[in-house]
């Protein structure tokens, strides 16, 4: 399999949002496929991705948009991802690929294997790249280069199907990594799903302030606060079925985050400076290893 | 008073840090003064100052450092902004402006004035720029261009000396905004102050997992972590100092932030999609008005 072959004959996307749109543009570009198809029960949508160039045709069916394909890659917000699988699950024809980009694994894993019958390939997959935009327009090629593809396929998965969904990642620019589901949702749950719980808190907190005091946060955001905004200003369906599908994860980070803020309550309440230092300058480290990690 | 004018004689620094090396840059650059003294405890930073040029003179006394100067610019840690004034205030001569650029105010304004006999002015103010690194080298001009410089002078402050301090800023390139320092306390609470604490201790609570988990949370740390890493890198003593010396801002906002975490955790732990998802279309709405309000 070379760099420039063909990887499938025909490629279908059900849903077609900022991760679907985004991986749209990048296999026209490396050839992965000659045909897209793209199926989205919203048809402003579906206009969007037939006006964009994205698809070679569009449809609201799942049975039809999936009859031919010889990879479907299910670009849903999570919640949804068992639901389309089962819709579509039918029409599939024998050998076909089934993959996603659901930002947890576990659950999708779950939702989706139940409804496809044998013979049908499934790859779970998540590129760990993103904006706070949303919808087919916010896309653009580059969204996954030098950016992690997480692939958490389940003991026996097809190789041959695996390393076919992993070359098309590869020419989208990816970097990737095999992992256990369950492993991948608990690291996600502290690098991700934390951090924009935590992100949306504190914007909300913001936003019961009263109304002067909340325009002055507005207009001097920059001291912290805007880096929050923006991770908080991310899509809202999307994030709501992560916290509810990788619950386990999450609520266990959680609690100890909460432990840990409650330590440093008390400290500032008794005005223990030694261990608001210590603290400090311990994360100070963790940037540099992370900056070492050549994360930029 | 035209754009040109020297505004000092003479402006001693107390403390080059990331803040005073960047103002002192400036200054330089925009002819407010001719003559830059520089007093440090550390040694390594007083020879550094006059290494990359900050300064004409440089001592670690700090009766001899302010002596001569039109403006004295506390640049320390907001900690001991009250002991280095007692510590200089014998040597300052009559009608000099004391400044400082500390991010909390009002135990600033407490600690320092009670040190400065009458005939001196004292003009608080508090830059909001920064970055995650420290020290004399870590300083540039441009620090301060288009941020906002907040001004909070006690009720009878001179203002002719009111109006040389903010002219030394507006050349910096600062935007310039006056406030009560109760008022600025608060909202610097929400802003800034909290963003950092519940970034140092996601960045700590990541610090405490076992290492082959942390290993893996540096290196996916792109998806969201790798944000609050970057806050978690400033300065541990200043930051020590700001939680101390805002003690009671920052406890009232973080109560409010933990209750408002709290509902989150029960709507997740009982799969209350609506009470998520209500919440995270509310925040985004405040992204937008950050964005109109002109804060990239």
Request: proline share 4%; glycine share 8%.
């Amino acid at each position: 399999m070379s760099a420039t072959d063909i990887l499938f004959k025909r490629v279908t996307f059900i849903g077609i949002g900022l991760i679907g749109s985004s991986l749209a543009r990048s296999i026209r570009h490396t050839k992965v496929t000659d045909h897209i198809t793209v199926c989205d029960i919203n048809k402003a949508h579906r206009d969007k991705a037939l006006e964009l160039g994205l698809a070679d045709d569009v449809t609201g069916g799942f049975i039809e948009a999936v009859k031919d394909a010889d990879l479907v890659i299910i670009c849903t917000p999570p919640g949804v991802c068992g639901d389309v699988a089962a819709a579509f699950a039918p029409g599939l024809k024998e050998g076909a690929i089934v993959s996603d980009v659901g930002s947890v694994k576990q659950s999708i894993i779950h939702d989706v294997s139940q409804h496809l019958p044998d013979g049908i390939h499934f790859v779970p997959a998540h590129p760990i790249a993103g904006t706070e935009h949303s919808g087919p327009e916010a896309g653009f090629a580059e969204l996954f280069d030098k950016r992690w593809l997480i692939l958490t396929p389940p003991q026996g998965t097809d190789e041959a199907a695996i390393e076919k969904v992993t070359e098309m990642w590869r020419r989208a620019g990816s970097m990737i990594e095999r992992m256990d589901a369950q492993h991948h949702d608990m690291v996600l749950a502290i690098t991700s799903h934390l951090p924009h719980l935590i992100a949306y808190t504190i914007v909300g907190t913001a936003d019961d302030l009263g109304d002067h005091l909340k325009q002055e946060v507005i207009k001097f955001s920059a001291s912290g606060f805007r880096d929050f905004t923006r991770i908080a200003a991310s899509d809202p369906v999307m994030w709501r079925d992560v916290f509810l599908n990788n619950k386990e994860a999450v609520l266990e980070i959680l609690q100890r985050f909460s432990e840990d803020l409650t330590v440093l309550q008390r400290a500032i309440r008794w005005g223990e400076g030694d261990t608001l230092e210590e603290l400090f300058a311990r994360t100070r480290k963790i940037r540099r290893e992370v900056i070492e990690a050549n994360q930029r």
